[in-house]
């Protein structure tokens, strides 16, 4: 029944019984029994409800030896515990159960908030002025003997007997109340953590939903990135080839103005064909299909490649551009033709982003990188080391990357300046791919402290590690 105290102490049990042994340390029943037992002199029993013992302060009286000796007397003794032991008496109302010997027994519920947990049981004891029961001869004890037995049983009165029990149900009642606080302060503490543990318990499954959903998601755009590029790809080859042929005059003469419009036709076509290219490259790096030939390389004469490819887009806008390189450097492990390209973005930005006059410049140097392999796949590095690496620096005189963006032009589409009236053209892509083949190298790449004026993008790439010194 709801608002019940019963209800109620079954909810703060977490619904489970209450046993008198998980409310009650049994060390202070058993001192309780035992200062019972010495101050009146009777025995004193606690049992569980259950029927277990749970604190016994008793000593056998001669008597009860006496009948122990002979059959019948050990049948009719037996027949005394078991009823003393099957009496059910009602709360606030001890059972007096009367024993063979003439001597009594006085059983108390033992009971909290309305559960039984328990009985105690005092006694044997013999009232003042009663006698031995005569059956005690029908159950061949020595008579002589019994007078002198008898006399060894506590004396007790109905009424001290009644007080003695009252008084021990008061005591067990306070130490039942201060153990059952403990007890739901405990319990109360458990289910605050077993709700807490409930609901992180749930948000880490609604957190691993999303994530292998946004996976899931992820997968399917870099697919569809990867169908349209490439079926884009195949008539763009065809415009661009027309166009072509159109300009060179394979298909006759066109006019001046015409010849203009189709050089406008092929040069549009061209920047399509990069983009779908970077789309392509994109979607097979994020899905890992990306398959590159490493070798051993040495960076210098790439570096140099990609200075001289740009030196004629360099000139013609009044940027110098130059390669600075120690001698001696180790090789790296790399692709050569995707180190190019990752140098050959970094280098055109660099251009892209300096004016008239500046300069940008490629530097290339021996360096260590920090590996971050040897991971536990849950995130845990187990030990981090350094290895050989080379560094090229492509630092230019430019515009700079603002310190809030250093980390988000690494993403795809992010460009500082996203307005539709933007000075330079491109669309954000290169630097994500940047990002991607490097880390496909087990390399770094971030954008340093800007100089006074300029951007500084380094890029780290390890040697071979059997090429450790
Ligand atoms: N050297 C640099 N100086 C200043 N800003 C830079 C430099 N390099 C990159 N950025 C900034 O980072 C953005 C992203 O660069 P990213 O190379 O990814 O794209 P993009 O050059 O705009 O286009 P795309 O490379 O696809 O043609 C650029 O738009 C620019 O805002
Ligand atoms: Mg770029």
Redesign the pocket.
């Known amino acids: 029944m709801p608002g019940s105290p019963t209800a109620l102490l079954d909810e703060l049990t977490l619904g489970r019984a209450v046993e008198l042994e998980s409310l009650v340390d049994r060390g202070a029943l058993r001192e309780m029994a035992e200062s019972a037992h010495q101050l009146f002199g009777a025995s004193l029993r606690i049992f569980s409800q259950a029927g277990g013992l749970l604190a016994d302060a008793s000593s056998q009286p001669r008597l009860y030896a006496l009948l122990d000796q002979g059959q019948a007397g050990r049948t009719a003794l037996s027949a005394v515990v078991s009823g003393v032991k099957s009496v059910e008496p009602e709360p606030e109302h001890p059972a007096e159960v009367g024993c063979v010997t003439g001597a009594r027994y006085l059983v108390a519920s033992i009971s909290y908030d309305s559960h039984a947990l328990g009985r105690l049981i005092l006694g044997p004891y013999r009232e003042p002025g009663a006698a031995p029961s005569g059956s005690l001869r029908e159950l061949g004890l020595d008579m002589a003997q019994v007078p002198g037995a008898w006399a060894e049983l506590p004396e007790l009165s109905d009424q001290e007997a009644h007080r003695v029990v009252r008084h021990l149900s008061a005591v067990l009642d306070l130490i039942l109340f201060s153990g059952h606080k403990a007890l739901l302060t405990s319990n109360m503490h458990l289910a605050s953590v077993q709700e807490s543990y409930r609901e992180l318990a749930d948000k880490n499954a609604k957190l691993q939903h999303a994530f292998d959903r946004l996976k899931e998601l992820d997968r399917l755009k870099s697919n569809f990135l990867g169908t349209v590029s490439h079926e884009l790809r195949t008539p763009l080859t065809s415009i661009i080839g027309y166009s072509e042929m159109l300009r060179e005059g394979i298909a006759g003469e066109i006019s001046a103005e015409q010849k203009e419009f189709v050089q406008t036709i092929h040069a549009k076509g061209e920047q399509l064909l990069e983009l779908i290219k970077?789309l392509l490259d994109l979607s097979k790096l994020e899905s890992g299909t990306m398959s590159l030939r490493k070798s051993e390389i040495d960076v210098v004469p790439v570096v140099q490649d990609v200075a001289q490819t740009l030196a004629p887009a360099a000139r013609k806008k009044g940027v110098e551009i130059r390669v600075v390189s120690e001698t001696g450097l180790p090789t790296v492990w790399a692709d050569a033709e995707r180190v190019r390209q990752v140098l050959l973005?970094l280098s055109e930005?660099?251009l892209?982003?300096t004016p008239t006059e500046g300069s940008v410049t490629l530097t290339v140097r021996a360096s260590m990188i920090e590996r971050r392999a040897d991971e536990d796949g849950r995130g845990l590095v187990l030990f981090s080391t350094k290895r050989p690496a080379i560094e090229i620096r492509v630092v230019?005189t430019?515009?700079?990357?603002p310190d809030g963006e250093k980390e988000k032009?690494f993403d795809a589409f992010?460009?500082?300046?996203g307005s539709a009236t933007r000075e330079?053209?491109?669309?954000?892509?290169?630097?994500?791919i940047v990002r991607r083949l490097v880390d496909a190298h087990d390399g770094t790449v971030r954008v340093e402290d800007n100089t006074p004026t300029g951007?500084v993008?380094v890029v780290t790439i390890p040697c071979r590690r059997t090429t450790i010194a």
């Open positions: 970077g973005n930005n660099a892209k982003f230019d430019g515009i700079g990357v032009v992010y460009q500082v300046d330079h053209e491109g669309t954000g892509l290169g630097l994500s951007a993008f």
